[in-house]
């Protein structure tokens, strides 16, 4: 009887440090998971863990350079656990966008309709291994040349449109908060937009779990279509910078909005252990 109690005291415990998922708002990509440069790409850009950290964003007119280049193609897969311990992070879906990602565009000569976009799919993942892809919609009618550029209008669901005014660099950076979606620039993503995709409603993806995000590079020259039907129109192709000198998407950052700390894998683990023990010890008695 006495080892029953205990094994359900410990039932219990186990249970409350699951349920007990601390918020812990506000934090950055912390590491890289995977990169895979694309082709061709930005010589002297390659180096990812430039993508980690918080924006370096230089407004309207100035292109960060603190960026990972993509390669058209390309792709690059961040984690968010905290660089100073084992304390395992991830993002959240609570309510209006949950994390902003970074690229580098800048607008030809500060008109907003003229963006210098360099498109990237955005797919979040739980397991590291089924990843769930936003849904986006092209609206731009005819191919965009090497150094062409894309009203921000005319897509949707897509990082790499909006420039980024947060800038969090020690040095040269500004108090613009890189977690406010109304200022700090970039591409703010939803979790909530997720919520029928087939690995959602499976499982596959816990979208109050979301511990990797990959960055895609879209290769723009129409071969790929949008989610028209989605959307409930046609699928359109889907167009953003080729040709000589276009080296794909850049990777400024990516902020968490609304992030969870997930109980130590440890704890868990010996907790289990010490209920399988009791649970099989009592039987050898009898
Ligand atoms: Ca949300
Ligand atoms: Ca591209």
Redesign the pocket.
């Known amino acids: 009887m006495k080892h029953l109690h205990i094994q359900s005291l410990l039932l219990s415990a186990a249970l409350l440090v699951g349920a007990n998922i601390v918020r812990a708002d506000e934090f950055f990509a912390s590491k890289v998971i995977d990169y895979q440069i694309g082709s061709p790409s930005q010589a002297g850009f390659l180096d990812s863990s430039l993508a980690l950290g918080g924006p370096r964003g230089g407004g309207n007119s100035v292109q960060s350079v603190h960026v990972t280049n993509l390669g058209v193609s390309g792709q690059l897969t961040l984690g968010f656990d905290d660089p100073a311990g084992p304390t395992q992070r991830a993002i959240a879906?609570?309510?209006?966008?949950?994390f902003i990602v970074f690229e580098n565009p800048i607008y030809a000569g500060g008109d907003t309709t003229k963006s210098f976009a360099e498109l990237m799919f955005v797919e979040v993942s739980s397991n590291g291994t089924d990843f769930a892809r936003f849904p986006v919609q092209s609206k731009t009618s005819a191919p965009v040349g090497a150094f062409g550029t894309i009203n921000p209008a005319d897509v949707t669901g897509f990082a790499g449109v909006h420039p980024v005014f947060a800038n969090t660099d020690p040095v040269n950076g500004n108090t613009i908060d890189p977690f406010d979606p109304s200022v700090a620039g970039g591409d703010a993503f939803?979790?909530?937009l997720l919520a029928t995709n087939s690995l959602v409603t499976s499982g596959a993806v816990n979208l109050d779990e979301i511990r990797y995000v990959r960055l895609i590079d879209v290769k723009g020259d129409g071969t790929l279509m949008d989610d028209g039907p989605l959307f409930g129109v046609a699928a359109n192709p889907i167009y953003d910078p080729t040709g000589s000198g276009s080296g794909g998407a850049d990777v400024d950052a990516i902020s968490v909005i609304?992030g969870e700390v997930l109980p130590e894998p440890e704890t868990l683990g010996m907790l289990g252990l010490a209920c399988l023990f009791l649970r099989k010890r009592p039987r050898r008695i009898a």
């Open positions: 879906n609570h309510a209006g966008p949950d939803d979790l909530s609304h």
